[in-house]
């Protein structure tokens, strides 16, 4: 994967983010979108580059704990394909993954 500068000199890895808070059932969820620029991101690196955690470090342990879930079932592959149409859950955030 390409780093690919931003506007602001800072580099990011294969796509862009953008959030919103919505509340759900009296809780309050987390919905980020990201916009994939190539076939896939490794989950850990989507983790990362949404701010979801720190370092891919971070988001392979949040993965090997159990607590992320791809389409609704729990993810233990710190680095498992996620493409275009899939939605990402770690706790109250959920990351759609669009094509851009």
Partial sequence: MKNKPNVDGRSQLAGENSSQVRQQAGSYTQAL????RGEFIELNQLLKLTGVCDSGGAGKA?????????????????????????????????IAVLKQ
């Fill in 62 to 94: 949040l993965v090997a704990e159990g607590v992320v879930s791809v389409d609704g079932q729990v993810e233990l592959r710190k680095t498992a394909k996620i493409r275009a149409g899939q939605v990402v859950t770690l706790g109250d955030v959920q």
């Fill in 33 to 36: 979108e990201f916009h994939l």
